[in-house]
């Protein structure tokens, strides 16, 4: 009879916690790091289903802070989409478009999954001749233009929660092979 009532007591006090918070991701990445640090401290943000307004506010403020440090492209693997031929300020040259993508050998939940990212990277001839439409790539570049604070967004479908980080444009120092 104790035993049974101690096991009671123990499922009780069990069911009642709450659940734990979750835990950021620790990345040698910039972006998944930080992303994983704002999801773990706004476990909230898209609790029930509903998306916190205040909160995605705060986390549009932090992407557009983040893209003026210099390691924002850092580590984060992109797959080039598209090259097209642009003009700006008068020079002709190579415009590649990258996007994060999913990979199905990375740990399971990790949450560059989730991550969108679009970069239109200004490419030196070398570099443009080097990179091909759907390979995979690690980017030295500088910022060159920031993008809108409105393209940010948590997109919350169903059991699906992901990150849209928005649009960049970047001039492309080096394209590292993803192997």
Not at 145 to 160: E, L, P, T, W, Y
Request: include cysteine.
């Amino acid at each position: 009879m104790k035993k049974a009532f101690l096991f009671f007591i123990a499922a009780a006090a069990i069911s009642c916690t709450n659940k734990p918070k979750e835990e950021a991701v620790v990345s040698n990445i910039f972006i998944e790091q930080k992303v994983s640090e704002f999801v773990a401290k706004y476990p909230e943000w898209t609790a029930g289903g509903n998306t916190n307004e205040e909160i995605t506010d705060k986390f549009q403020h932090e992407v557009k802070r983040w893209s003026n440090e210099t390691d924002f492209l850092k580590g984060m693997p992109l797959q080039l989409k598209e090259i097209r031929d642009t003009t700006v300020s008068g020079q002709d040259l190579k415009l590649g478009t990258f996007t994060g993508y999913n990979d199905n050998t990375r740990p399971s939940g990790s949450v560059l999954n989730y991550i969108q990212v679009r970069v239109d990277g200004i490419l030196p001839p070398d570099i443009a001749q080097e990179v091909k439409v759907d390979g995979k790539y690690t980017l030295e570049a500088m910022l060159y233009a920031q993008g809108s604070r409105k393209d940010v967004k948590v997109i919350n479908v169903a059991d699906f929660k992901g990150y849209d980080l928005g649009k960049y444009t970047f001039s492309i120092v080096k394209a590292n092979p993803i192997k």
